[in-house]
């Protein structure tokens, strides 16, 4: 699952197997997909899930845990 604001690139699956290793930032994710504004250019792209792999934008931050109360 990606973040708002998290760094992604294309992971050479599905359409982005012949893209170059551009950067982009997740604007919005829905439950299908996840909408990346690229570095250079002014583009919003939908993508699947499995098109992007995260740089690591938020490894040294503290999780978010949600806990269901009854």
């Known amino acids: ?13 599905g359409r982005t197997a012949d893209w170059p290793q ?14 990346v504004q690229w570095h ?8 699947k899930f499995d098109e992007l792999v995260s740089t690591g934008t ?3 931050s503290v999780p978010v845990v949600v806990a269901e109360l009854p």
């Open 1 to 13: 699952m990606f973040q708002i604001k998290e760094i992604v690139k294309p992971s050479g699956k």
């Open 40 to 47: 250079d250019c002014a583009i919003e792209d939908e993508m």
């Open 58 to 60: 938020f490894n040294d």
């Open 22 to 35: 551009n950067i982009g930032t997740v604007t919005r994710v829905t439950a299908e997909s996840v909408l």
